[in-house]
């Protein structure tokens, strides 16, 4: 009897136990449910930070009151409805002296009225804008570098507003070319002081990949790992003022192959500069100006070379004739953009261009605290971001309205043109108050405080992109706790 009594008491406890323990595991089974959205790209023209065509506008800083600069840049800036700009600051008045507080006050007015419009900046400084800059830049170099400290103190205090500082100051139309400071010792000593007066975050240009290896000393001068880290060459990208305007670019490519592996510094032909530009433009900005009708400017064969340039900006003011060879043409691709004037086709993919293609949700009810959500951005651009943006995604709770914003860390910056990355994150399903929940992404510049617009044909006027529905049920119902109760002995069963 007492065996009977003790083995009574041990089944007892076996199943107070059980109970305890079918309890916690109730308690704590969420099941949920996701269906992804449909996803299209639209064949929108987008508006975004860092890239597109721009308009240029040149200051020459004198005397004058400062105030009427600020005024003329003011006018600029509220006829254009364009993010990105390129201002030229003609030196040329202060050639043979240190810059004048009025200059620099004119530079800060200038500086300060682009920041308050949220635009980003290019800035190209110069002491030449008509081919002459063997008569109007300093005679002597430490004039130029004197220059470049007394600018950088002003550019400093706005450097989210400036995206790169193209040239070294030198040559006709600050191109680098005819002047008496053209060597690649000249230039490297010129970038290289002007990287270290300016603040990291901002990129640097030259015109030429010859010159860009001369400044840099190597054939190699970035890589994944060194991309973005504030040195020199991660921050040194390219402008080319003579696109597509030949087979050698006006001076930017050769007629022979690269030969001296020594020399950095040695021009290639046109392919093996592309094929340069083509890799090292997945980290700096390159960009400028298309020049001169010819068939290297053919819509057709100017697309797949900015594709492969990956070109993020492009002067739209220069030149007529080529920006009106591509209005009249037409693309042919098998695409939404199928039958789009070929000038609309190039605005559109310049830069960046991001389209979600695809999202999930992995989440096991009885194991995870929380779900692990994925999204996938395509990036159908000419060029990736060059600058980093703000992940947010957003729960709506389709029956009560309430919006619960989630603000998530990622890297933009790693996709690449043509390409696609996928990227995770947690989401606490079990806090979630039980309902249907439609989930969004965005992004956002943490400088402008722009939206960053997706090319998703369902995307809403906050530039949110809807990427699939969220069910959440209450604790302990649904298909997948009914079969886990069939499981059980009927005994634990509650």
């Not at 009897?1 to 076996?14: D, G, P, R, V």
């Not at 103190?153 to 193209?166: E, K, T, W």
């Not at 302990?476 to 509650?494: E, I, T, V």
């Amino acid at each position: 009897m007492k065996k009977l009594l003790h083995l009574s008491a041990i089944l007892f406890h076996i199943a107070l136990f059980a109970a305890i323990a079918l309890f916690i595991l109730y308690s704590r089974f969420r099941p949920v449910s996701y269906t992804p959205a449909s996803y299209a790209e639209s064949n929108a023209i987008l508006e975004n930070p860092y890239c597109g065509f721009l308009h240029l506008c040149g200051f020459l800083l004198s005397e004058d009151d400062p105030e009427s600069m600020a005024v003329r840049c003011r006018q600029y800036i509220n006829s254009n409805r364009r993010q990105l700009m390129l201002a030229e600051i003609n030196l040329k008045n202060y050639a043979d002296s240190d810059l004048s507080e009025t200059a620099l006050q004119q530079l800060d007015y200038i500086l300060s009225e682009i920041n308050a419009s949220r635009k980003q900046v290019i800035l190209r400084f110069l002491y030449d804008w008509d081919g002459k800059a063997l008569e109007t830049e300093p005679k002597e170099i430490s004039q130029i570098i004197r220059h470049m400290d007394q600018a950088a103190a002003v550019i400093n205090q706005y450097a989210d507003s400036v995206f790169l500082i193209q040239s070294t100051f030198t040559g006709n139309c600050g191109e680098m070319t005819q002047t008496r400071f053209g060597s690649h010792e000249h230039n490297r000593y010129l970038m290289t002081h002007l990287s270290e007066v300016t603040d990291p975050s901002i990129f640097l240009a030259v015109r030429t990949p010859s010159h860009l290896r001369g400044v840099t000393n190597s054939k190699t001068p970035i890589t994944p790992e060194t991309a973005f880290n504030g040195s020199l060459a991660s921050r040194l990208g390219l402008f080319n003022d003579g696109m597509l305007g030949s087979v050698y670019d006006l001076g930017t490519y050769d007629d022979t192959s690269f030969a001296d592996s020594t020399a950095p510094e040695e021009k290639g032909t046109r392919e093996e500069e592309i094929a340069f530009q083509e890799y090292l433009c997945q980290y700096v900005p390159n960009g400028g100006e298309a020049v001169i009708d010819n068939p290297y400017n053919d819509f057709e064969n100017a697309v797949a070379d900015l594709r492969r340039m990956h070109v993020s900006y492009l002067n739209r003011d220069h030149h007529a004739e080529v920006l009106e060879k591509w209005e009249a043409s037409a693309y042919e691709g098998n695409d939404c953009f199928h039958g789009m004037n070929g000038l609309d086709y190039i605005e559109a993919h310049l830069g960046y261009r991001y389209v979600i293609t695809n999202s999930g949700l992995s989440y096991d009810a009885m194991k995870n605290e929380e779900a692990t959500f994925s999204i996938t951005i395509q990036n159908t651009g000419f060029a990736p971001s060059y600058r980093n943006f703000d992940g947010l995604i957003t729960l709506r709770n389709t029956a009560a309205g309430f919006l619960i914003s989630i603000p998530v860390e990622m890297d933009v910056r790693t996709i690449q043109s043509g390409s696609e990355a996928a990227f995770t994150f947690s989401l606490a399903v079990r806090a979630l108050p039980e309902g249907t929940y439609e989930i969004s992404f965005g992004l956002t510049d943490p400088y402008t405080g722009r939206s960053i617009q997706f090319a998703n044909d369902t995307a809403d006027e906050n530039d949110l992109v809807p990427v699939g529905m969220l069910t959440v049920l209450p604790a302990a119902k649904g298909a997948a706790w009914n079969d886990f109760l069939k499981a059980l002995p009927a005994f634990l069963r509650p």
